[in-house]
């Protein structure tokens, strides 16, 4: 059983589309995450959810929307996509949100935009 | 903002050499986690450090942190072609930080037979 999946693995797309990646865990974990992998491997959070809340927000473009219908999934919708947003995409879960508990990380999304 | 510099970028070594991989800040962490990231797939977590001067081993890995809690070593020995991946460190500020890790730049590590 997969911990943390998403879906599509790969996305290949035109620039100035609209795209959505899912994710969903099934560890019962309260917090969810999404991150950003550019292509030199800098892993950098992008937002992260608990309880359906949102928490953290980093500074992101508003073209990224992330939803979370319920406490098992968050996606992530990417509007008018941009050269610069091809990277891969990796969505974490964690029982709590704090500093301590351990990131389950998915298998990532590896989004290009041509 | 807190920033994690990580060296080296990439090493390249021959099996059952020894090798270590440094994780340095300026800013002081409530802990720091260690990763491992094989091609393909997601970080999977190694270790987690907590308080200064703490030292922790897996099997040939041995994790340090610092005593002022702003660096962290990780020391491979003997390496073998199995541990050949990306390690990255992340530290968490501590207080409500919601689990908003810092990751370092990552060293990519390749073990020749």
């Known amino acids: 059983d997969t911990a943390v999946s998403q879906t599509p693995k790969y996305l290949v797309t035109q620039m100035g589309n609209d795209k959505s990646i899912k994710c969903e865990q099934n560890?019962?974990?309260?917090?969810m995450y999404w991150y950003k992998q550019d292509s030199k491997k800098f892993l950098k959070i992008m937002f992260s959810?608990?309880?359906?809340?949102?928490?953290i927000n980093e500074t992101v473009p508003n073209r990224f929307s992330p939803k979370s219908p319920d406490k098992a999934h968050l996606n992530l919708h990417i509007n008018s996509l941009e050269l610069g947003d091809s990277a891969v995409y990796f969505c974490?879960?964690?029982?709590?949100?704090?500093?301590?508990?351990?990131?389950?990380f998915g298998p990532g999304t590896r989004l290009t935009v041509l | 903002t807190q920033l994690l510099e990580q060296s080296p970028q990439f090493l390249s070594i021959q099996e059952g050499e020894n090798l270590t991989v440094y994780c340095n800040s300026s800013?002081?962490?409530?802990?720091l986690q260690w990763y491992r990231q094989e091609p393909g797939e997601g970080p999977v977590l190694l270790v987690t450090?907590?308080?200064?001067?703490e030292v922790k081993k897996l099997k040939r890995l041995t994790f340090q942190f610092g005593d002022a809690r702003k660096d962290s070593s990780l020391h491979i020995t003997a390496a073998q072609t199995g541990d050949t991946g990306l390690y990255l460190c992340?530290?968490?500020?501590?207080?409500?930080?919601?689990?908003?890790?810092?990751f370092g730049q990552g060293t990519i590590l390749t073990v020749h037979p």
């Open positions: 974490a879960s964690s029982q709590d949100s704090g500093g301590l508990d351990t990131q389950y």
């Open positions: 560890l019962g974990h309260d917090t």
């Open positions: 959810y608990n309880n359906k809340e949102l928490i």
């Open positions: 800013s002081v962490f409530s802990s």
């Open positions: 450090v907590v308080t200064g001067g």
């Open positions: 992340a530290g968490a500020p501590g207080g409500t930080s919601y689990g908003k890790l810092t």
